[in-house]
């Protein structure tokens, strides 16, 4: 007898002897060569050669012997190997199968797609579970465009039937991203997905929201339980209410305020202290409710982004040091609600930073959320700046556009120094000394 016919010849439901058939090749025996040659059906691969089962078991001896008329053997090997041209003729001479092998199996097994045809239709299903991101703003356009090529959902999800509803709540999400005011993840989570743990720490949910969150609010790369908890606030979303805080300085406008500067001390205000509706608050330009109490006394607010500036400021002017704000890194929630509610009374924004790539990711980040003019904080200081470093630094990071002063992106660039903040504290305090009350 010859060797199977060419794979994709015989079809599920050729004519075979049912009974028979169930005797000869079905029971778990045998399971493991069925599985071999559907394998190689779906594979597209001839039905010839041999296959091997390692540490085979009793039973499964047994099964093959009885199938090619082997007596049984006093010694079996660690390996049972069977030809399947062998299993072919046996199956095509008694006439359980005249079709040969492949029939007999798709008789007993049922249709077996080809790899081609499975690797096309999972193609759709992912495609069918991905078709909700089209459906995002055109601000995370370029981000629906990475996720659809990198595969993040596809490591989240593993299938295109569990990848579905994980886009689906995902865009839901984000399309009410940002929010302000600013509110805890779990109210946000219980308001628009499925229940307050939604977007719980380590969910593939959480994961790929975040994800767009960073690419929507510009977020720099990061890790460590600050830097996420840093990431959701860009987009409003808060572990709770009192943990977003902002350093301020010499603001005024409720008991507590007025009295840490008459004692020229700073203050920490938290988010919960600034959306309170008990404090009288009004509504920015943003829709964030801040107290009304919180004035200035200029009409400038100088905010700086190192603690150390803040502090230095405070020890030599004390009470009559001009009203600042200190953004301690990326702008909190509470730091933008502040500045945004501020601006909107009129308050103008003076902002200085660090010399480096970071310091230009801070400053573009709080210029997404407020308007501020530069500080010393321009292409000609930096130049002044590097001319008096001793000890020059390199910068590191990834190199961004300075949108208020395009010529300080390509003095960074030129120099490659990086210069700290504190590295011009002279010069910040003469300017608040000046203005000084």
Same mark, same amino acid.
């Given at each position: 007898? $010859?060797?199977a016919e060419p794979p994709g010849t015989p079809q599920a439901g050729a004519p075979v002897d049912a009974e028979r058939l169930e005797r000869l090749l079905a029971g778990p025996g045998l399971a493991w060569l069925l599985e071999r040659v559907r394998l190689r059906i779906a594979h597209g691969r001839p039905l010839t050669g041999t296959v091997t089962l390692a540490h085979p078991a009793d039973l499964q001896h047994r099964a093959a012997e009885r199938l090619l008329g082997r007596a049984p053997?006093? $010694?079996r090997s660690r390996s049972l190997t069977v030809r399947l041209e062998a299993v072919d003729a046996v199956l095509r001479r008694s006439g359980v199968s005249p079709h040969g092998l492949e029939a007999a199996v798709l008789a007993l097994t049922g249709p077996v797609a080809s790899r081609a045809e499975t690797r096309d239709k999972e193609a759709r299903a992912w495609e069918e579970a991905l078709a909700p991101l089209a459906g995002l703003s055109a601000e995370l356009a370029d981000w629906a465009g990475r996720v659809r090529k990198d595969g993040l959902v596809r490591r989240l999800a593993r299938t295109p039937e569990a $990848? %579905?509803?994980l886009v689906a709540a995902a865009v839901r999400a984000l399309s009410a991203l940002p929010v302000d005011p600013p509110m805890p993840r779990a109210t946000f989570a219980a308001r628009y997905l499925s229940g307050a743990h939604a977007l719980d720490e380590g969910t593939p949910l959480a994961t790929l929201v975040l994800s767009g969150?960073?690419?929507l609010a510009g977020f720099p790369e990061g890790s460590g339980a600050e830097w996420r908890r840093a990431a959701w606030a860009a987009g409003g979303l808060l572990r709770d209410d009192v943990s977003s805080t902002v350093l301020t300085l010499n603001l005024r406008g409720t008991p507590a305020l007025d009295w840490m500067a008459d004692e020229g001390e700073p203050a920490v205000l938290t988010l919960r202290s600034l959306t309170r509706h008990a404090l009288g608050g009004s509504t920015d330009a943003g829709g964030t409710t801040v107290a009304d109490g919180i004035t200035t006394a200029t009409g400038t607010v100088r905010v700086c982004e190192n603690p #150390?500036?803040?502090?230095?400021?405070a020890d030599s002017l004390g009470p009559a040091c001009p009203p600042m704000v200190c953004l301690q890194g990326q702008p909190s929630a509470a730091a933008l609600t502040l500045l945004r509610g501020l601006s909107a009374r009129g308050a103008g924004i003076l902002y200085h930073g660090d010399f480096d790539w970071g310091g230009m990711h801070i400053a573009t980040a709080l210029g997404r959320g407020v308007p501020w003019r530069p500080w010393r904080y321009e292409a #000609?200081?930096?130049?002044? %700046?590097?001319? %008096?470093v001793s000890e020059p630094q390199g910068l590191t990071g990834a190199a961004t556009p300075t949108p208020w002063d395009p010529a300080l992106a390509a003095a960074l660039t030129e120099h490659g120094v990086r210069v700290e903040e504190e590295s011009v504290l002279d010069d910040l305090l003469s300017d608040l000394a000046k203005q000084a009350r």
């Open positions: 007898m $010859g060797p053997s006093a $010694g $990848g %579905a509803p969150i960073r690419a #150390a500036v803040l502090a230095a400021a #000609a200081d930096y130049e002044v %700046a590097v001319a %008096a």
